[in-house]
């Protein structure tokens, strides 16, 4: 799991500076939690968080942006409660979750969002 800057997350994720319409800078899908340290619930989504960044190698990746140290991400993308999670498929628009999600949840949105919009765009 990748603590993304902004420098880092426009090279990574979008470039919102140069790109007005949404384009996925990435070479896999991904997730992006917006957290903080002082944050309950953002506590407990890390360590799923960091399962699944192993489950799911290879595959996807796993971002976290500290809403504290890069307010100008948190308010780019409009975040007001945490933790927010944006998931990125390659080829489609991110969908933004908000709150603590349980395994089950995030597995489900990997597989069905991340994944399968992947794996449809390679066989179109």
Avoid: R
Wanted: glycine share 4%.
């Amino acid at each position: 799991m990748e603590h993304l800057t902004k420098k880092t997350f426009l090279e990574k994720v979008f470039n919102f500076e140069k790109n007005k319409e949404w384009t996925f800078e990435g070479q896999l899908p991904c997730i992006i939690d917006f957290y903080a340290d002082w944050c309950q619930p953002c506590k407990m989504v890390a360590p799923i968080l960091e399962e699944l960044s192993g489950e799911f190698e290879g595959k996807i990746n796993i971002y976290k942006v500290d809403t504290e140290a890069e307010q100008e991400l948190a308010a780019a993308f409009g975040i007001k409660s945490i933790p927010s999670m944006l998931f990125c498929p390659k080829d489609a628009q991110p969908q933004m979750a908000v709150g603590a999600l349980p395994k089950e949840t995030l597995v489900q949105v990997i597989n069905d969002v991340l994944l399968k919009q992947t794996t449809e765009a390679k066989a179109e």
